[in-house]
């Protein structure tokens, strides 16, 4: 529809990610998802007083990590400040967050679209405890509140108002989460809440330099659903200023069943958290050493990666299907470490490996294939012991099967090595030129697109077993 | 610096607090008696001196990612007025639907 086309969106994110700790930001307690109700606390998470709350160092480093990730600027000089608001969720009566001075700025995120590749601006990643969990149904009369989740450390990544589109959006998440992921600092998992998203929304008029009212949607708890929330309520503001109305200021949820959204609070009362710094928590000082320490210790990142993989002669498709996931590029790596046939190595992954894992479900963590045997699978192959397709169809499952055997040893005892013998395959190159006068002729006569049709009947009557190289080579010779 | 009842109440609503109005005419008092004495403190020339945002000297005082001192469910629950074996209870927070 036209009127469309005259507007345009423009939308943040917010992401909340949980750091990959094993306990607490300010305490010892575990910081895992779930538990039995209210066992991951103690008097700390639980805000009583004389507590003394200490800083958590991996959870720091992890946040130096995706800022580093994200080519944030680090701040040197960090502290935490309290947000305070009364919500039966958090047991303090205040947020411990860094929402006053961020310990990364700026920053970005690369993400491809139809347009091309694109940084996405950051403007901060700060860390800050998490909320306990309200549970409303349990109790007709009562809310029941499981503190588990209280204290637990994350990491709030916000963009700038720099997003054009539900589909923009979508592939912003989708990066970060692979990031995230591959760089070990947040396991990503958004049915669990490990990775929770927030948008801001706003159109305007195409030209037009200033910001339209926002509305911010929350519960977006797939990526899937933070594009179609996106969409739905870009579509239903353009109707709402279409139809002479004005957008209001609103705090609106996802409602995943019906694909729409709807308000649940009015135009914001003007908070007024009164941050000030935590006095429990002293200041702490990040060295430039310290920094470059955690730098060293970044894999390479998926984009770096990818290049690096076209370099060594891939497609830019294959190279960025391995790159999908670290443990895909970890084995990747093991591989051509063995073998100089990068192409190859490739293959199996993006080929017979991918989909014998999606077969059995499995991940690639969990494939059990060791990566010098893949290695000895693609040296048969290339050597002509064996054909592509009977390695990958039963070479490879046999391996699989049992366990450390070495590829050529298994590959014998099957009987699946190809024949290189001449004086074997010259016999069945014979019988295959005495079955078949007729095509004889024509071949000779000129049809030499045939030999395909002499090599696969050789092919039929060897079980596989003839090296087809040697095969055309014979027969070539033989109907000259 | 005059603190009016709209104050009062708003500070009061913050805090979560009620008051009656002999207290709020007393907490007036008190407030505008302690904002002067900041507003003193005010005509201090500061340009150039940072803000000193903590009392203490000390500085990186870090822990290590390590699982210790959670209690029990039932010490959890201990002073909690409203409880059942497992959760801290609450008045109904109401979910709006609109």
Redesign the interface.
Known sequence: MSYHDKYEAVIGLEVHAQLQ???KLF????AAFGG?????????T?GHPGTLP???????ELAIRIGLACNCEIERYN?FARK?Y???DLPKGYQVSQHTAPICKGGHVAIHTAEGKRNVQLNRIHMEEDAGK???D??D???????NRAGVPLVEIVTEPDLKSADEAYQYITELRKLVRWIEVCDGNMEEGSLRCDANVSIRLKGETKLGTKVEVKNLNSIRNVKKAIEYEIERMINVVESGGVIVQQTRSFDAATDTT?????KEEAN?Y?YF?E?D?????LTDEFIEGIRQKLPALPEQLSLHYQQLGLGEYDAQQLCLEKETADYFNAVIQLTTNYKAAANWMNGPIRHYLHEHKLHIADFSLAPQRLAEMIQLVDEGKINFSAASSKLMPALLATGSAPALETATALNLLQVSDSSEITGWVDAVINKMPDKVAEYKKGKKGLIGLFVGEVKKISKGKADPKVVTGLLEEKLK | MKVTDEMIDNLAHLARLHFTDDEKKELNTDLERMIDFVEKLKELDTAGAAPLLHMGKEINVLREDKQEGSVTVQEALLNAPEKDDSFFKVPKVIKKEA
């Open positions: 700790t094993e306990s305490c010892g307690d575990s039995s109700p209210n066992t991951h606390v103690s008097a700390i639980l200490k800083t958590n160092k991996k959870a720091v502290y305070n009364f919500y039966p309200s549970i409303h349990i109790d009369n009562n809310t029941c509140v499981d503190y709807f308000a649940i609070r009015d007024d009164r710094p006095p928590l002293p200041p702490f000082y």
